[in-house]
């Protein structure tokens, strides 16, 4: 077995007995990035320098005996996730010379932990979209099959850990972003509660929606992220004033006796057959294990799209106006006078998704529109967030696919936006309510393209997420697959 | 037809934070352009606000002295606008739920009271600085004061008249200067009034079309404004014109106002509740806690010097104007109890020296309030006349030097020996033989004359109380 293909909890165990160096470890990576990296594309830039050096500073830290879990452990971030002193550019061609002085708080903490950070991932252009084709530089291809989509908008972060190019990886999720691409590459994601991870220097798209989280092998590994990640940060108003209970400790418990709930509204979406067999395959197991399944309701998540499509907008609106060709990133060239700035800087520097979201959020939040629009939509989300917290009174987890159907291909619904939109049509609930979401791999499709299922717990309930995906991974080897390169 | 002028007062008072409203960047003014920026107030991407608390306390330190109601919760909202002076595009503000409401103040205009309500009381964060080049079409942008806290003050739209709308303005800023929470400076721009303004016949109640008046930079230029603007909508009321919705500029060169945008180029600023920033409880031991701290305010100063102190109402205002002035004279006070006395010369010799300005900034006041209650006391006792008081006053002023440091190098020392005045009343009695004859003929007038050669025989030093005493007494013996 290469290097690459083993999961950073076995890693950690090699590196801590010497069987192994981070240095080793790392060549190992940047040796399979060189590889395969010109087909997937799962990177918009990689510092192998840096990642080598780190790699020497890791290794140090193991010999003298004050590792962490995850020091020496190759990372991939999110190209939204600032990294000191390295491009970060969102996916973005306005930002495409943005290089941040300051390190996102979760970099921080992988730094802090001594892991080593490869470079960052691509990604949808600003995190709007759901197969990682707006990026700027170009789309990311599925490891499982290079004529497909990987997933979005994290999709560089996924296929990354599916094609060996990263042990790990952080994503952001906004609608989706984090548990679609695991579910279209077969790795493990987790988006956790709104709050748990700070966003501080997390490049905003919908600051009320995003959230950081863990993309990687299995659920032993999103434990051991997670417990890196989650955490109070005073930088962020929005971040949560409690602690929270290791992970790592949910990985080897009984489900036996615990419910999940069906909704009804999901289900009754499903229209692919192969997902459906691969989630009533994954059902099954569960029964196995003890888990009861209860059917319910959540009775507005139909509205749930519409409501993302004007919360999500206005706050992009609002969040993306920094870009001007001011003060960072790109500037027009030419142009008379400064709104003449603004206006030839932002038509030049953003694509047509991150335009078409501006436009409908500016929209939204217009006088005379925003009670209809604005307020109905944040309205929709409140009744939705109850619809989940009623359900919550029935069962422990909430189960469903993660979505309709396996990774599409490349330019399939590029030109209908709406196609693109309903791909999220499970996740988005999850981030309405601000609920933590985690996606494992359920099986096969007929074609080979991996199928994923969705597990959804109240606020603050990581662990339970945890404590179900790594039973359900313990029994069955799905997880285990690899995509062939 | 007569008219009445409706006019309401938005007020952006900066808080003296040492940090900005929401990162720990300085806000020390003067410093170099773009020196107290950080990512956050730079509008980096990725970064996010966190709310300064001693800023929320100081909104909270004006409410309660606005007598507003408080918001248990109140939300920050976004402001939307493109200007490079704002790198986020967006102004944290507020919208709905402010942090304070429904509050007055009552002002004075001559001897009368008037109360003025205040409609709200929000936080918000400050714009930063363009500097254009006057030799290449280039700008600037300072950041400095980017993200610097702001408060706004909405009044009612009660105010009639340019005066009352400057009382208004004074009072407001001598509550936020005795709160120490802003230092009031309107030419640094650190309270700035913007206003709304229009007209309506007298008997009604509906209100009319305004302008928005803006760049009134001192409390003349809010006045030359607002009676500029009175004027021009009363002459376009009465030609048969219509007033129209805009906003208009104040040019205190021309002592004019010209339309500056109109209601169609309004901006639409699309606020909303910002998602960076969670709704904002203020907890109600806050609210305590500020009550219980809450200073003096002007007017109860003003009404205490009045009633307690016997200081003439107009002088307990102009002593009150600042709190620097007020404690200066309550601690002069303090040690000479003589309020009266001590009302009078700040009133005149005091405020005369410090360049007659209105708010004399007393940190720089060479006397401190030690000095001038011993010369008083000096006074008081006799050693020197309240005439070569002044003298010595302006000494004090001009050395920093103590009263009696002054009369001792100077020999200012009153002469209250009774030998030695008895000495110089003999010498101009008998140099003097023709007037001493007209007077004890009957011509008393010709006191005041033997008086004034006595003094300035003495050259002013001796004691003109006992000077005249003992005149009379000599000029009795003389008639026997």
């Known amino acids: 077995m290469n290097l690459y293909e083993y999961t950073a909890a076995q890693l950690r165990d090699m590196l801590k007995k010497h069987k192994v160096s981070s240095k080793e470890l790392t060549q190992a990576v940047l040796k399979r990035i060189g590889n395969v990296e010109n087909k997937v594309h799962a990177y918009v830039t990689i510092d192998a320098d840096r990642a080598l050096a780190m790699a020497e500073a890791a290794d140090k830290r193991i010999k003298s005996g004050n590792a962490g879990p995850l020091t020496g452990i190759p990372i991939a971030v999110k190209d939204n996730m600032c990294v000191k002193g390295q491009r970060t550019t969102c996916g973005s061609k306005i930002l495409n010379n943005f290089i941040p002085p300051y390190d996102a708080t979760v970099v921080g903490l992988l730094k802090e932990a001594g892991m080593v950070i490869l470079g960052s991932a691509n990604m949808d252009e600003f995190a709007m979209g759901s197969s990682t084709e707006t990026s700027y530089w170009g789309p990311t291809k599925n490891p499982w099959d290079l004529e497909r989509i990987p997933g979005g908008s994290s999709g560089g972060s996924a296929a990354a850990v599916a094609a060996g190019e990263a042990i790990l990886a952080l994503g952001s999720d906004t609608g989706g972003s984090i548990r679609l691409p695991a579910a279209f590459c077969g790795v493990t994601g987790m988006k956790p509660t709104y709050g748990a991870v700070s966003r501080y220097g997390l490049v905003a798209y919908a600051s009320s929606l995003d959230q950081i989280g863990p993309l990687c092998s299995d659920a032993v590994d999103a434990a051991l992220l997670l417990d890196l990640i989650l955490g109070h940060d005073p930088k962020d108003s929005t971040s949560a004033p409690r602690s929270y209970e290791p992970c790592v400790n949910y990985l080897n418990k009984s489900v036996n006796g615990l419910t999940l709930g069906i909704p009804k509204e999901f289900f009754n979406k499903l229209d692919n057959p192969e997902t459906s067999t691969a989630i009533e395959d994954a059902k099954s197991e569960y029964e196995k294990l003890g888990v009861k399944f209860v059917e319910l309701s959540l009775p507005h998540v139909d509205y749930g799209i519409a409501a993302y499509y004007v919360i999500a907008p206005s706050e992009a609106s609002s969040n993306l106006a920094r870009y001007d060709g001011v003060k960072y990133g790109l500037r027009a060239r030419d142009f008379g006078g400064m709104i003449d700035m603004y206006c030839q800087t932002r038509a030049e520097g953003f694509g047509d998704e991150v335009k078409r979201r501006i436009m409908l959020g500016t929209y939204a939040l217009s006088s005379g529109y925003y009670d209809a629009y604005y307020l109905k939509a944040a309205k929709i989300r409140t009744l939705i967030t109850q619809d989940f917290h009623n359900a919550f009174n029935n069962c422990d987890a909430i189960f469903c696919p993660t979505a309709p159907s396996p990774a599409f291909k490349i330019g399939e619904k590029m030109n209908d936006p709406i196609q693109m939109y309903l791909t999220d049509v499970f996740t988005i609930p999850v981030n309405m309510a601000g609920l933590p979401g985690i996606s494992i791999q359920a099986g096969l499709s007929s074609d080979g393209l991996p199928i994923g299922m969705q597990l959804i717990a109240p606020h603050f309930e990581e662990t339970r997420l945890i404590l179900l995906a790594s039973a359900f991974q313990q029994v069955t080897d799905h997880h285990t697959k690899k995509a062939s390169l | ?480």
């Open chain 2, 1 to 480: 037809m007569e008219y009445e002028a409706v006019i309401g007062l938005e007020v952006h008072a900066q808080l003296q934070t040492n940090s900005k409203a929401f990162c720990s960047c300085s806000t020390k003014f003067g410093s170099k352009p773009n020196h107290n920026t950080c990512p956050i107030c730079q509008g980096m991407p990725g970064v996010l606000p966190v709310l300064n608390k001693k800023a929320l306390e100081f909104t909270v330190r004006m409410a309660v002295a606005c007598n507003c109601a408080i918001n248990e919760i109140s939300r920050f909202a976004r402001k939307n606008y493109y200007y490079p002076d704002l790198p986020k595009n967006y102004q944290i503000s507020q919208y709905e739920l402010p942090v304070a409401e429904h509050g007055w103040v009552d002002i004075a205009i001559g001897d009368q009271s008037r109360r003025i309500g205040i409609t709200r009381i929000h936080m918000e964060e400050d714009a930063g600085k363009l500097i254009h080049d006057d030799k290449r079409p280039v700008s600037y942008v300072d950041l400095n004061r980017t993200g610097s806290p702001l408060i706004e003050i909405v009044s009612e739209p009660e105010i009639r008249t340019s005066e009352e709308a400057a009382a208004y303005l004074r009072h407001l800023r001598a509550i936020l200067m005795y709160l120490n929470i802003c230092d009031g400076n309107m030419e640094e721009g650190s309270f700035r009034c913007d206003a709304n303004v229009s007209l309506r016949p007298k008997s009604e109640s509906k209100l009319g079309v305004k302008a928005e008046v803006k760049n009134m930079n001192s409390f003349r230029n809010v006045q030359r404004a607002l009676d500029y603007e009175i004027e021009r909508q009363t002459a376009e009321l009465t030609a048969g014109g219509r007033i129209i919705q805009e906003t208009r500029l104040f040019d205190p060169a021309a002592g004019v106002t010209s339309s500056m945008r109109s209601k169609e180029q309004a901006h639409d600023y699309r606020y909303f509740p910002d998602p960076d920033l969670p709704p904002l409880r203020i907890p109600p031991e806050l609210i305590e806690k500020v009550k219980s701290e809450a200073p003096e305010l002007p007017s109860q100063k003003k009404e205490r010097f009045i009633n307690e102190l016997g200081i003439p109402p107009y002088d307990a205002g102009v002593l009150t104007v600042s709190r620097q002035l007020a404690e200066y004279f309550e601690r002069v006070v303090e040690l000479f109890p003589h309020p009266k006395q001590v009302g009078n010369w700040i009133m005149t010799e005091f405020l005369r020296a410090m360049k007659g300005t209105e708010e004399p900034d007393l940190t720089c006041c060479p006397v401190s309030p030690e000095q001038l209650a011993d010369m008083l006391k000096l006074i008081e006792n006799g050693a020197i006349s309240g005439k070569i008081a002044k003298t010595v006053f302006e000494e004090m002023f001009a050395t920093g030097k103590s009263a009696s440091e002054i009369i001792k190098a100077k020999g200012l020392t009153q002469v209250s020996d009774a030998g030695a005045i008895t000495e110089i009343i003999n010498k101009i009695l008998d140099d003097n033989p023709a007037e001493l004859e007209k007077y004890l003929g009957g011509k008393v007038q010709l006191k005041g004359f033997f008086v004034g050669q006595i003094m300035k025989a003495s050259k002013g030093k001796a004691n003109p109380g006992l000077v005249n005493k003992m005149l009379d007494e000599e000029l009795k013996k003389r008639a026997c």
